[in-house]
């Protein structure tokens, strides 16, 4: 089971890295990236990555 959990930490982290990098480097809408990374909305985009980076995206693209 910790191994199972490791492998999702891991893919949050993926995850959260790849969400960054659309932030910074495109002008895609947040609706969009949220789209783009398969979440159901933007929505639960927002919430999973505050959970993994701890600031909003819209925090995250205005502060970085």
Do not use: C, H, W
Request: aromatic fraction near 10%; hydrophobic fraction near 35%.
């Amino acid at each position: 089971l910790e191994g199972v959990f490791q492998a999702m930490q891991l893919s949050d982290e993926k995850l959260a890295m790849e969400s960054k990098r659309m932030l910074n480097e495109t002008s895609d809408s947040i609706e969009k990236i949220a789209e783009k990374m398969n979440f159901k909305s933007e929505d639960s985009f927002g919430k999973f990555f505050k959970r993994v980076v701890g600031l909003s995206p819209k925090e995250y693209r205005k502060n970085f």
